[in-house]
């Protein structure tokens, strides 16, 4: 598996790109994008922490990563496209549960803010930069609909947004989108592990309790020490 | 207000989401911070660190004149050691500029430059796109030579990701000004064999959100594929996902 902590193998030694994901309360995760450059020469970690808060910070010694199977030169260029994507979205990205996939807009001009497109959360923005990149990490048709614990979870995000600083117009568009397919971080994290790509559901959803279980051992690692 | 992050806060001491405050004595490369006090350390990139010469009184005694170590520790704030650091600054400075074209100027200018070379791209490309006589072919080569030649010239200096940076900005300006025509000439008369794998990549890249928009983007998928087989550089997975 080609899973790791930052103690087993340094963030350093992702081969451009990476999934890094990590435990932020019990039962929430997240996950964003491990990338790195010669020209800054130190990883960063590209994530969508919240309702247009995109970041790219330096990753912590609670996150896992996940070296995906894509060729190395393929990595490079998720990487650059994830670099792209941060540049040209200073503003931010809009948190909601549109899909990953085709979120260039050919109308617009915009990446995702196109009509069909609101706003993505921080495994769909990991999945919408590969796709962006030419590589589906999952395969979207195998995701299931409206899982127990999707809707009472979108509903929660629906009441964050509502009482942040989000404007009315963005939250009536998320609630409409309630109901939406989730991809879920460790789910994404398990798309990552697998051998090929892109990952159908039942492979991903296998893989994600191993990723969950070393989660939970390196919560208590880092906890204890 | 509440966010996922402020939940992260309050709860738990390990909140991947805040981003993470640098101690200010840490300096970590040219334009960012640059405060100093008593113990700093300087973090230089090795890929910097070629480009810079500090004159051997602010090097004695510590890196010898030898810039490629990582990290140099700088014990006092010495009168010598603040203007080593200045010098050493502003040469990694001149270095990163060198490198990295927006560097020195920031993202404002960098929009700016890439609005700036957009129109006079658009102008000169679409003028040349609506003539069709063949003697115009030579001309129109090299206008759109002029789109690479950056990116080109970043790579040959062994920069790549710079390159790319630089590409993708390109492209993604072109696609943000719906300027199909414009990306689908570029892809037409791109001579591939000419092309690197990783720019060929690049474009194949950055042009795949549009494909729908771009008649010649099949074939140049074909011509790169086929010349990346001729130089033996192919590899299995290489450009899955990229097909129009």
Redo the contacts between chains.
Sequence with gaps: MRLYSSQQRPFADIRYVAVAI????EG?Q?V?ILHK??????VK?G?L???N?L?D????D??LWVDPP??T??A??V???C??IL??N?RGIPYAFSPPN???D?RT??FLLGPSRVGLTCASFVLAVFD?????LAEYSSWPQQRPGDAEWQQFVVE?LE???ARAEHVALVKKEVGAIRYRPEEVGGCAVSDH?PCPFDTAEALSHEILDQLRLL?KT??DT | ?????R??ER??????????DEPAARI??PGRRRALSDLGILEI???YAEHVNLTPRFTHGFTHGDLSLANIFISHPSADHAEGLAEMLQQLEAARTN??PYVGIG?YF?SLIAGSFKEQLFTSVEEISKRSHPQNTVEHKKRLTEFLQPVMQLEKGG????A??VL??RM?AL????QFTVMDALLKEANVDSIS??VL??L???S???R??LPARSSFYAEAEASIKRRGEW????L???ES
């Design positions: 990590a435990v932020v309360r929430h997240h964003g450059s010669e020209v800054i020469d130190e970690l994530h922490a919240w309702h808060q970041k910070s330096q990753p912590k609670c996150y894509i060729p030169r393929r490079r260029h990487a650059a496209r670099r792209q540049r040209a200073e085709d979120c260039f050919l001009g915009d962006a990149a030419g590589l589906r964050q009482e942040s600083e790509l919560r880092v906890r | 207000m509440k966010t996922f992050e939940y992260a709860e738990y001491v390990i909140d991947p989401y805040a981003s993470v970590r490369g990139s090795p890929f490198i990295d993202q960098r920069h790549v990701d710079a790319l940076d993708y900005d993604d696609l943000k000004a719906k794998v990783d990549l690049g194949l890249t950055a795949l959100p549009a729908s928009k590899e299995d997975g290489l899955a996902g990229l």
